[in-house]
Every structure is written in C-alpha cells, then in structure tokens.
C-alpha cells in the first residue's frame, strides 16, 4: 500500500513549482528588458561625458577647479563662515566671482558667509583649493568666464 503522505507531498510540491514558475516568468522578462535599458542609459551618459570632456576642451574650462583634497583633509578642514570671507577678501573676489569658480549660485556663498548653510562636500575641497591658489591662477580662471558683451 503506498504512503499517502509521500505522494501528497510530492504533488503539492509539484503544483507549487509550477505555481511559482507562472508567477515569476513575467518578471524575468521584465528584468531582462530593465538590464537593456540600464545598459542603454549608461551609454548615453559615457556618450554625453565624453562630448562634455571635448567642449570642456574647445572652451578652455578643463583647467577649472578640481577637488584633489583627500577625504581626510575635508574631514579635518574647518569651513566656516569667516574663512569663506576670508578667502573671498584675500583675492578681492566678488561673491559672484567666487560663485562662478566654485560653480555654485552667489546667493549660496552670501548664505555661508552669514552662517546659514553650510557648503557640501565637494564644494569644501574647491574652497580649500581655491586658499592654496594664487592671485594670478584665479584671475586667469576668472578670465575665462568674461564674455564680451555684443557691440551696439
């Protein structure tokens, strides 16, 4: 006589696989078409990052300024308020200017200054750059972003 239990077990083992497989074939599917997409995307931004690099290039903003701080140096830096101004009047920077190095708003350097916000992270490392670097190199940097106005 067979055990019931044994052949009972086996068929709802068998009903649930197939239960389990039904519901999850959509979904691989789905996962497959997601993967492509992902994959696209990434593409079109390696696409779009290598097309900034050579504007960068064409229009001279590859010697911008680029955080070389290590993370311990940030960690360590003490950015506050009264160094940011102390940065800005040390190379007679207006806040726009210090805004257009920094590649922030002016409105963020005048909320600093004042204690309001405080600046991220990478934002920290281009304030601690900007200290180390020379009147010369940030009038140079500067010089790129004067646009001549158009003749009346």
């Known amino acids: 006589m067979p055990n019931y239990t044994s052949v009972l077990n086996e068929e709802i083992a068998r009903i649930a696989k197939r239960e389990v497989k039904s519901a999850f074939e959509p979904l691989a599917a789905r996962v497959i078409e997601l993967k492509k997409k992902c994959s696209e ?7 779009i990052a290598s097309k900034l690099e050579k ?7 590859e ?9 311990e140096q940030l960690d360590k ?3 506050s308020p ?8 040390k190379y007679s920077l207006s806040r726009n200017e210090m805004a257009l190095l920094l590649d922030v708003n ?5 909320l600093w200054e004042n204690g309001k ?3 991220r992270q990478d934002v920290r490392g281009k304030i601690i750059q900007l200290r180390e670097m020379g009147k010369r190199k ?15």
């Open 82 to 89: 009264k160094y940011i101004a102390n940065v800005r009047k």
């Open 41 to 47: 995307s990434a593409k079109k931004v390696s696409d």
């Open 106 to 110: 002016p409105n963020s350097v005048y």
């Open 117 to 119: 916000s405080k600046p």
């Open 63 to 71: 010697d911008m300024i680029t955080v070389t701080v290590s993370e």
């Open 55 to 61: 504007l960068e290039k064409e229009l001279g903003l």
């Open 77 to 79: 830096a003490r950015v």
């Open 138 to 152: 940030i009038k140079e940097l500067l010089s790129q972003f004067v646009v001549e106005e158009p003749k009346k």
